[in-house]
């Protein structure tokens, strides 16, 4: 039976209609990081910047963490792990700026400064710097942006599984295999001079 061309078009019309009132699949229902300070690809202010110049003379800000948050997290977390990396420092090795876990499955982000100092909310592990919180951008004077990479990890790990001290690396390694999901969020540093 052949079909006219206007009931074929009129079909496609109403397959049209019926895709646009379809609800979309929704971006909420993906395990995201944000920040309520800076937008992904936005710039960290000065204030998220280091603040010890006796470690590095690049220090210009206080070393106040931004505030964090993730949702929509996946079946089966126990715990999270946060990194923060800066690829371009120390090229090429780049410079881990944080490295936290064992944050229970009940946290869903931090305060801004809450991650600048040792809290209960999680496991302190080792930055390049040696430091168990944040450690803030300290980029040389007249250098372009840096990317700082923050990652937050759902584990299938109890907050308590892992030792204190670990660095990025090591964590890397102990995560092997108990990965739910990750959701990252970049945000940029230069020096203000």
Known sequence: MKRSVTALLMAGEFAVGVLL?????????VFTLTSSAVQD?????TKNACSDKQRSPNCVGQNI??????SNVPDGTKSFALLL?????????????MVVYGIPAD???FAEGELSKPSNKFV?????MNQAVYFGP???????WHHYTWTVVATDLDPKALRPGMTREELAAALKDHVKGSAGLITRFRHPS
């Open 21 to 29: 009132t379809l609800p979309a699949a929704r971006a909420a229902d």
């Open 65 to 70: 963490s931004p505030p964090l948050a993730w």
């Open 41 to 45: 690809n936005g710039a960290l202010a």
């Open 107 to 109: 946290v869903k982000g």
């Open 85 to 97: 990396f800066d690829p371009e420092g120390r090229a090429p090795a780049g410079v881990s700026h």
């Open 124 to 128: 302190g592990g080792k930055s390049t």
């Open 138 to 144: 300290g980029t040389p004077p007249n250098t372009d």
